[in-house]
């Protein structure tokens, strides 16, 4: 049985704990789906010049019977303006796991909307408001960018490095946890310097 995980794990960036949604799939195909979420984020954060500490899918039974998952993907960076690469990093998470979804010929509406992810989402709109910028979720602001525009950003990248996005996932439903050393070795995408540290 998984033990429950550090309670640092299930928060948002604010905090908050972050909402669950029901499976709507078994196990194994929920975590590597997940695992295909958690890629998403990793290997688009390191194609856009984020360091990458680690990205793992989280399991634990909370209950006999009953299992829940998520996912956590570390990246530090000194840099984030302007915020439309965050974003699209952000975005990457649901849109790589729905591609998974249609690749793998489970794509229904229903599946496709349980893995949106409300914090990511956030996560971008917050970040870049810290740096005087919008992303809105209904419209296109001043200035700024509307979340369907980031969701293309990651769509198209998506597009592009899928075949790492596939290593990884793989390779993450397979170990659990994955160091951004490790994630940089098997897609022979750069992980760039941890912010700050002396060369």
């Known amino acids: 049985m998984g033990t429950a995980p550090d309670p640092a794990v299930l928060l948002d960036h604010r905090g908050n704990v972050r909402p669950t949604l029901p499976a709507v799939l078994g196990y194994e195909d929920s975590r590597l789906g997940l695992a295909f979420h958690e890629a998403g984020h990793a290997v688009l954060a390191m194609s856009y010049g984020f ?44 849109v790589a796991e729905v591609r998974y979804l249609m690749t793998s010929g489970l794509w229904t509406p229903e599946r496709a909307a349980a893995c949106d992810a409300e914090h990511d989402r956030r996560h971008a709109i917050d970040t870049a408001a810290e740096t005087g910028h919008r992303i809105a979720c209904d419209h296109v602001p001043p200035g700024g960018k509307s979340w369907g525009q980031v ?13 790492e996005i596939r290593t990884v996932a793989h ?29």
């Open 51 to 94: 360091h990458l500490l680690s990205t793992e899918v989280v399991y634990w039974e909370p209950e006999p019977d009953r299992w829940n998952l998520t996912g956590l993907t570390t990246i530090a960076s000194e840099d984030v303006i302007p915020p439309w690469k965050f974003g699209a990093q952000a975005a990457a998470g649901t």
């Open 151 to 163: 969701r293309g950003m990651a769509l198209r990248k998506i597009g592009l490095l899928w075949r």
């Open 171 to 199: 390779a993450m439903n397979e170990h659990t946890k994955l160091t951004g050393e490790q994630v940089a070795a098997m897609t022979g995408l750069a992980n760039p310097p941890m912010p700050g540290a002396v060369a």
